[in-house]
T-cell receptor, first 113, second 116 residues
Framework: DAMVIQNPRYQVTQFGKPVTLSCSQT?????MYWYQQKSSQAPKLLFH???????NEADTPDNFQSRRPNTSFCFLDIRSPGLGDAAMYLC????????????FGPGTRLTVT | AQTVTQSQPEMSVQEAETVTLSCTYD???????LFWYKQPPSRQMILVIR??????QNATENRFSVNFQKAAKSFSLKISDSQLGDAAMYFC?????????????FGTGTRLKVLA
């Protein structure tokens, strides 16, 4: 089945140690999104790629970066994770910018020790 | 700035009964989309139902329907004949076009429990 895959499902990293989360999709969608979802809070959009065009949200900390080497893959890099970065990270795709529906992956739960 | 508010952190419903989840939003835009997403435990979020702001008719998808009140900026979800599989976190979401890009804004969610 076509889907959005996130690996790993659970990630533990140490305070200040760089970590990378990955997302892949078999939908051939042009847009890929990264959301941060802290416990009992709304998913918050960090940034999105429209094809190779990177769009950062104004309030996304510089500590968060992203790469999209090809249509299928997108990575979230946290350069120096702090305790406050512990959250569920959700990847989503949409066919294009106009398409209203987003398809979500299962998320990666990040723990910072 | 647009906001989405879900004032019910948790709701319970008896199996086969009907439940309504509330959502209010704030925007100055006239053209936008509203959504309800379902996030089952440890599974991915999926779209339940959507509503285009320019449509007056309320959207319906099988047992799921919405009550869209544009003037009141209210967008509630009604689940009829509730089933055990409906137990999940439900997020209300808004999509508008701001500063040259589409913006998705989610509410904080309502956890729905279905009692057997």
């Amino acid at each position: 089945d076509a889907m959005v895959i996130q690996n790993p499902r659970y990630q533990v990293t140490q305070f200040g140690k760089p970590v990378t989360l990955s997302c892949s999709q078999t939908l051939n969608h042009n847009v890929m999104y990264w959301y941060q979802q802290k416990s009992s809070q709304a998913p918050k959009l960090l940034f999105h790629y429209y094809d190779k065009d990177f769009n950062n949200e104004a309030d996304t900390p510089d500590n968060f970066q992203s790469r999209r080497p090809n249509t299928s893959f997108c990575f979230l890099d946290i350069r120096s994770p702090g305790l406050g970065d512990a959250a569920m990270y959700l990847c989503a795709t949409s066919r294009d910018r106009i398409s209203y529906e987003q398809y979500f992956g299962p998320g990666t739960r990040l723990t910072v020790t | 700035a647009q906001t989405v508010t879900q004032s019910q952190p948790e709701m319970s419903v008896q199996e086969a009964e009907t439940v309504t989840l509330s959502c209010t939003y704030d925007t100055s835009e006239s053209d936008y989309y509203l959504f309800w997403y379902k996030q089952p435990p440890s599974r991915q979020m999926i779209l339940v139902i959507r509503q285009e702001a320019y449509k007056q008719q309320n959207a319906t998808e099988n047992r799921f329907s919405v009550n869209f009140q544009k003037a009141a900026k209210s967008f509630s979800l009604k689940i009829s004949d509730s089933q055990l599989g409906d137990a999940a976190m439900y997020f209300c979401a808004y999509r508008g076009f701001t500063s040259g890009t589409y913006k998705y804004i989610f509410g904080t969610g309502t956890r729905l429990k279905v009692l057997a």
